[in-house]
């Protein structure tokens, strides 16, 4: 399943060649059947939401164990990558005219780092309730249509997420790990759009 993305759609999203080193497969750009996903595709909510099985659940589980010790460093390393893009970081009042250094040492980026992987425990924690978990990011969702994020910025979080993910998990990041989290992402991606673009 996704393994036949190509290089060339993660190099329309700008993605660097560290990152796209490290996850040659880039699975995140897929989607449930294995398809290349452009990015006007990914802007749009597909037709079909993804679906996170038992298996994927239990591995995000078991791993969440690990990532949640080390939550805020993972979640810095993951806006950092993400206000690489200026696009990104133009949409965020309080990190626009910050410098890389200045945003590292930012408290006003560590609130917003907590309150995100806050979330993301949220999710976690709540997959087994559909109900909850659909509740939650549609909630999301309407509250990033006020702060004026575009959808397709959410596309770029999963990634980053697995990026930053890698180094905490260590030995235990194996391919069935970046598959879980990106089908995770995918999934909240899905219905914080629902949203955000109907």
């Known amino acids: 399943m996704g393994l036949s993305c190509s290089r060339e759609i993660?190099?329309?999203l700008g993605l660097t060649e560290k990152m796209k080193d490290q996850n040659t497969r880039m699975v995140y750009l897929c989607n449930q059947e294995g398809e290349e996903m452009s990015s006007g595709a990914m802007r749009g909510v597909p037709e079909v939401k993804p679906v996170l099985t038992?298996?994927?659940?239990?591995i995000i589980l078991a791993s969440w164990e690990i990532i949640k010790?080390?939550?805020e460093r993972v979640g810095v390393?993951?806006?950092m990558g993400l206000l690489e893009d200026p696009d990104v970081k133009g949409t965020?009042?309080?990190f626009r005219d910050k410098t890389a250094e200045e945003l590292r040492a930012s408290t006003a980026l560590r609130s917003h780092v907590l309150r995100v992987m806050g979330a993301v425990e949220k999710v976690v924690a709540r997959m087994d309730s559909e109900d909850k978990v659909v509740t939650l990011l549609h909630d999301l969702g309407q509250r990033h249509v006020v702060y004026n994020a575009r959808p397709e910025f959410l596309d770029l979080v999963g990634p980053q997420f697995n990026t930053a993910i890698q180094p905490a998990l260590g030995d235990r990041w194996t391919p069935e790990v970046e598959q879980a989290w990106a089908d995770l992402f995918r999934y909240i991606t899905h219905l914080m759009k629902e949203t955000?673009?109907?």
């Open 69 to 71: 010790k080390d939550i």
């Open 77 to 79: 390393v993951m806006f």
């Open 92 to 94: 965020f009042m309080d």
């Open 54 to 58: 038992a298996e994927t659940r239990e």
């Open 10 to 12: 993660t190099d329309r």
């Open 196 to 198: 955000m673009v109907m």
